[in-house]
């Protein structure tokens, strides 16, 4: 994240591109010649947190992938008949057997499937990948694997965190990143804009933001969707795991801007009503948002947009004295009735420490000040966002939060701190590929609180994660509404072993369904998460996401084993509420 | 409407109060107290219009219905046992199968329900009205009707125009009005409250608005929903049919204000989520809301509540020269992205002239101004609102809102036309009985477009309403979105029996289909709109409701008939669309 030269020792941090066709260049983030590793204070840190020395990083823990993909131990087996069968549908060019195509996408990025990259275990592999360019040819290939019995995956971005795209039955991969990722139509005079499942967020922001040479619009657009996974993230992916952007206390999750959908399914095509709103019995668009490629394979997406006006956006940060009055002031932000900001964030004081840090705030005048100011290291607690929308209505906000920060005590850090923040906002994905390299681990989890229980899932997640020695745990409070909010726990420790990370996570997960949260406010649920997910939702009303199975997909083809836990075995599941 | 005598002949407008007991305390409005009758200039204009003379007002067009209830022509035909059964489960004095209690339950509000009361033809009756006063009990009049096989409906307020409530299969029905009715729960800090699915829209508004005194809160609270049923409908009637108030617009639907509902289902109790988002498969509150009880019955709906700061509320009105300049006007209002009017009312050019009469502006100077000015009759068009939320936020809207009117060539009408619209905003429904004495008709139809068909749907409704002759058809456009609106109609017309009225309002719902809109933006389905559900939401799509109703009440006993669609016959269903 640093360019300047480290003063001490520095480890081999690896800054060059993966090479092609590599292990590497499957599982690191992004694009293949951007690198972050921390800089020295934070090397610094992290050692004395992990208890570390230089000598733990001067080599490589564990495989760096640097080697070719090499699959000649797990060979596809689907038959030549049915490589024919999906050759006539989308053409020759367009299905693959190779090794590189098929672990391309047969894993996503939680640090599970990084690490089972880096250990070469290969639970799960499709034995074909299609490349597919119409709604038709999806609708094709969805009727031909349905009658023939054969399993089949999507994969979008690839950024899943909850194993959502893994083809553990193996059958067919759709690689949606090469050819379905069109614009269909855009409508200036409804603003919205219908575009192909596997079109990337930074495509379709950009044809919007340039809505005026793109379209021949009267004026600029956006979609208000930016998850932290953005740059490598599609659109399909969005919808069916009912994804949040980081501006979605504005803009809504993917949920409130989509306006229809259609689907290729075993029992054909389905579209969903494109109205706002309507009173046509239970919402349809509701019951396929949130199937993760269960009930069929996403095919097009009509999406609200907004008007692109980031000349009005007001940036601030504010520093709380502590977590239990900056939650207040954040709880009055949102119920004041003055609009919301866009993105709104705030860290508790073990991220406040760690954010100072990133965001090269302990390199200012301004940090020793704090502590003698009154805001404590590990007490104080940074809050940032900016605003969106029309100018007024912008200030306006902006006005009201820094009114309510100053009457809970905060002190205004300017619009600096979340600048920092913006600059890595969708980088942070490339550090943590730097620390794998020497056994240092970081991964994220979620959930939804309500106000009231806020405090409580707080301490109650915080105290499990710490169970594990030499942890960090930050917590930040982001996607924000009047009822409550989520709660978005890093963990960073020591750990290179994917049986340990799947214990630990699984810890994790245990003490959030025992706290009453919601298991997921926008990852999703995937397979990764399944096994919690009957006991939130409880058995009664779980069984509503079983009859829509059993009418969309009766012999289980799409997206089987254990997606939201339609195919899981009992013994998997975890029930640890009384409900 | 006017307590002004009249100059010259005024018609025998019926202004006592019904008789207790009588056909007509049933099916007439509201208060029996309260009265509404057209002003003498409305009177003359009804003459002209229908083709009508002082004659036609002479005496009363059909039954009025002065007479005491009487079904000894329909006895319950509910088992002695099933009595028993059920007054084991709410006790003796809380099953009734009295004429008077068993019609009162009988039918909703559409015309199509009053002619019939009024031609004393009872399509529907139940056997027994049960009065249950807990969730408890409501479970186990489920059971007891699912086990026994027998019809279950359910009536909260009332005010269905869909055929909602009406026990077509006879068996029981639950009066939700007299004992399930009350406030459960208020959590001030997640700013939410629980209520029974039977209070009313005032008892819950007044308890929030008191909430200082009723719950010792710390301030006033609103719910935000105001249908024009308001004062006789109930928390659960909004939630199953996905109502919508007139302040939608800032408030959203009862879809948005919805956090979580808890059903008694045949399979058992059904507890939705009580997040504000997740992502945890399928949206289970957006599943069941818009069941229409078909599932089970509501019994605990949790609202989201706003703070009540009417204070900061800003009204106005404006005058459109024409009807498509107004729509821009409206929709740049609706995408400028300054927050949206609590209030956003625009009616065409027909409505216009019948409105600025209704709201006495035909009595001010500033009428005959209006044509010198351009703005010409049956040309300009009437704008009409409020805004809500904190004082800047509330002012900023009213700001842009007239920013944009004056680009659109409207003039100002100060807030006076708004006030007299707010004055009357709940009370037409009592105009109506007045009319209907006379035999003239007025009822409502009401559907969602978008910007880009508004035009067109607006057009072709009108045309088919206009076919019958000597019809007044109204539009107005409200509860608005940046994608598109509701329209209402409001169609007054010389009618007076129901067959004729059934095949009227069916030529209409032709129309809507066939112009694409959405079949109902609030009203919902019930069984008078049923025929065109399937039509509208497509075969495939459809679907999906009879799986889940066939999961929740495989035996079909909860509000059988065709509610929904789900068990209608085939050859009842309109398809007019090539889906």
Known sequence: ?????????????????????????????????????????????????????????????????????????????????????????????????????????????????????????????????????????????????????????????????????????????????????????????????????????????????????????????????????????????????????????????????????????????????????????????????????????????TLKVRRYMPENRKRFSYIFKDWETAMDAAREMMQCECGYSSVFRLSDPEETNLMLRLYNVDETPLHPMLDKLGYKDMERCLFLGFTDGEKEFSANIAKNIARIAKEHGAMSLTSFVCKAWEKGRFNDPYLRDSMMDFGVCTDTLECTVTWSNMAQVHKDVRAVCHALPNTIVTTHMSHCYPQGANLYFIFITRMNDSAEFKRYHSTILDAIQKSGAAVSHHHGIGKMFAPWLEGYIGKTEYGVFRVLKDYFDPNYNMNPGGTIGLDLPEDEKRFLLDK
């Open 1 to 301: 994240m640093s360019t300047k030269p480290y003063k001490g020792f520095e480890p081999k941090w690896i800054k060059e591109a993966a090479p092609a066709k590599s292990y590497r260049s499957i599982f690191r983030w992004g694009d293949p010649h951007f690198v972050k590793y921390p800089k020295e204070s934070l090397y610094k840190m992290m050692k004395s947190t992990f208890n570390m020395t230089d000598d733990d990083f001067r080599q490589y823990d564990g495989d760096i992938g640097w080697d070719e993909v090499d699959l000649s131990a797990y060979p596809s087996k689907l038959s030549e008949q049915h490589l024919n069968g999906l050759r006539a549908i989308v053409g020759t060019s367009y299905v693959s057997t190779k090794d590189y195509d098929r672990l391309a996408v047969a894993y996503g990025k939680t640090a599970y499937d990084l690490m089972r990259i880096r250990e070469r275990k290969f639970d799960s592999l499709p034995d074909a990948v299609v490349f597919p360019s119409t709604s038709e040819e999806v609708e094709q290939i969805v009727a031909y694997c349905t009658k023939n019995n054969i399993p089949l995956y999507v994969y979008g971005g690839g950024s899943s965190v909850t194993r959502g795209v893994e083809p553990v039955k193996g059958g067919v991969s759709l690689d949606m990143r090469k050819r379905f990722n069109k614009i269909l139509s855009f409508n200036e005079t409804d603003q919205t804009i219908t575009v192909q499942a596997g079109l990337s967020g930074p495509d379709l922001e950009n044809a919007l933001n340039n809505a005026v040479t793109v379209f021949g619009a009267k004026r600029a657009y956006t979609c208000g969707h930016f998850p932290q996974s953005f740059e490598y993230s599609s659109v399909g992916g969005w919808v069916v795991t009912r994804g949040a952007g980081q501006n979605s206390t504005y803009y809504g999750t993917i949920a409130d801007i989509v306006l229809s959908q259609k689907y290729a399914t075993p029992i054909g095509c389905v579209q969903t009503p494109h109205y706002p709103r309507e009173a046509t019995g239970p919402d349809l668009n509701q019951i396929m948002m949130g199937s993760e490629g269960t009930f069929g394979v996403l095919t097009e997406v």
